[in-house]
């Protein structure tokens, strides 16, 4: 089944995310540890930790409330809950714990006014379609 972006919902700390979205890019990555000895032939290694990171592209459209941007600041932590297809009951569901480690506003002369706010997952997914089957 395709679906498409339109039908993200999206919040953070309890505060629905309004404002038009462009992107969310959900970038999921490992760290693992070189475990190569002596006289192997290839290299090998261990995994040891996860790491999520989120980049979000916005526009702000003029109805963003002040609550929507006092959320996405810098050093704002709490939870993050989306649904890639919406939030009606059975569509998937994502959350976890989450930082906002960067926040930048683009005002270009003659264009839309665009948002990009870039996350960092704090601890394990405690909602995760893929892995745990968690819908709304």
């Known amino acids: 089944m395709h679906h498409a972006g339109t039908n993200l919902y999206a919040t953070f700390q309890g505060v629905v995310i309004t404002t038009d979205q462009r992107s969310l890019d ?22 040891t930790t996860k790491a999520v990171d989120f980049n ?31 939030n ?13 480690t960067s926040f930048k506003k683009t005002i270009p002369y003659a264009g839309t006014v665009e948002l990009s706010v870039t996350m960092k997952q704090n601890a394990d997914w405690e909602a995760n379609y893929e892995t745990l089957g968690s819908i709304w």
Do not use: M
């Open 88 to 100: 009606s009951a059975g569509s998937p569901r994502y959350q976890c714990q989450a930082t906002v």
């Open 26 to 47: 959900v970038n999921e990555t490992v760290k693992i540890v070189d475990t190569t000895a002596g006289a192997d032939a290839a290299e090998s290694h261990v995994v």
């Open 56 to 86: 979000w592209g916005l526009l702000y459209n003029g109805t963003a409330s002040l609550a929507i941007l006092q959320v996405l600041a810098v050093g704002e932590q709490g939870t993050l809950a989306f649904g890639t297809e919406g």
